[in-house]
């Protein structure tokens, strides 16, 4: 196995990649390379049995220029410095190129969240969201849910924050429940504009989705409702995974039927009339998509070359290493990239801190009418800058509108001191 690329390594290619179709200063792009500040905190938080038990947790605000920073926070063991700078470069170009009004930013706290009790991880959460108190706010930095984090914990994090600042501010997080003033429409958004991605790549390709095979790598949030969605455009979702495995059937999978599944015994592998395979194998099936759903660096440079897929829609953030995309695209491999195609989510989560704004909800057929908008028009304008620019792919297309947007922001308002 290649070493694993550093994603934040990975981030910073990919910018240089896209800026050399752009008439931007070294300087300029530099800037956009890398993060304006780094919150690095150790959180101190007491465990069930009476004892205190450390927990590293990160905030990263990457830029600011089109508006204040945005994006998730994850629990997770892998988290690292760099993999949090990296998540927060890819909100600001994933906001930029759904042209929403954000930069980016990201968090994670070093927790497996399996290991911990509901209580605990409520006192991490409260913990942290303490230590975020001065950096955050509606205007300011608006955090979201990401990998391991849900409605649960973004409620505790908005009360937390409501009961420091003696206020009521629901629009300090996203991803909130129902009744804490979430929005319809936001847990599906991130596989929606999975699903609107495929669709509409499909139609680009002149290709057929109806019938066509479909492998989904990860059966979390983003990737089970992808699959849905994808199923329910007609087209045959053969193999899924989870970190246990994958399951294959040629003939086609019940996606509702594989996830109540997985509720009720912890993983998709072991659905009947299915045969098992490991991660690796999913990712290299003769299928006609796939559709990374996992974390980042699924695929690097040795992987790439056994991918029989026509046209991969990431639906992870930064799932294929550079060295993926060289040998991907050299092999007329289409990559559909992760700042448009898991979009979806950050921009329901825009809808959703407007509706907290202006206190005034919207109905779901609302939600998904102008998520669909969006994406599609952010789809289209990725295939014409790809198209004029010449780039060699669709990521590099992605990053040569977002970085200009970004740019156009900066250079407009001017440095200051
Ligand atoms: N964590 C999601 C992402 O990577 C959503 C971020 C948000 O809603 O702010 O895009």
Known sequence: ????????????????????????????????????????????????????????????????????????????????RDEV???????????????????GGKGGIVID???????????????FAKELRPFIGVDRDIPAPDVNTGQREMNWIKDTYETLENTTAPGVITGKALPNGGSEGRVEATGRSTMLTAREAFKYLDRDIEGATVAVQGYGNAGWIAAKLIEDLGANVVAVSDSSGGIYNPEGLDTRAVKDFKNETGSVSGYEDTESLTNEELLTLDVDLLVPAALENAIDGDLARDVRA????????????????????????????DILANAGGVTVSY???????????????????????????????????????????????????????????????????
């Open 85 to 103: 700078k990296a998540l927060s470069g890819w909100m600001v170009y994933k906001c930029a190129v759904v042209d929403i009004p954000y930069g």
């Open 310 to 337: 026509d046209i991969i829609v990431e639906a992870a953030n930064g799932p294929l290493t550079p060295r993926a995309d060289d040998v991907l695209t050299e092999r007329g491999v289409h990559v559909f990239p």
């Open 1 to 80: 196995m290649a070493q694993e690329a550093n994603p934040f390594e990975s981030l910073q290619e990919q910018i240089d990649d896209a800026a050399a179709y752009l008439d931007v200063r070294d300087d300029v792009i530099e800037r956009l390379k890398n993060p304006e500040r780094v919150l690095e905190t150790n959180l101190s938080v007491e465990m069930d049995d009476g004892s205190i038990e450390l927990f590293r947790a990160y905030r990263s605000q990457f830029n600011g220029d089109r508006g204040p920073y945005k994006g998730g926070i994850r629990y997770h063991p892998g988290v690292t």
């Open 351 to 417: 809808f959703e801190w407007v509706q907290n704004r202006q206190r005034f909800y919207w109905t779901e057929e609302r939600v998904n009418d102008e998520l669909e908008r969006v994406i599609v028009d952010a789809f289209d304008t990725l295939v014409d800058a790809y198209e004029s620019h010449g780039a060699p792919n669709f990521r590099t297309a992605a990053y040569v509108v977002a970085i200009q947007r970004v740019v156009n922001a900066y250079t407009s308002s001017g440095n200051w001191p």
């Open 113 to 127: 969240p399996k290991e911990y009790s509901e209580g605990e991880l409520e006192r991490v959460s409260r913990s």
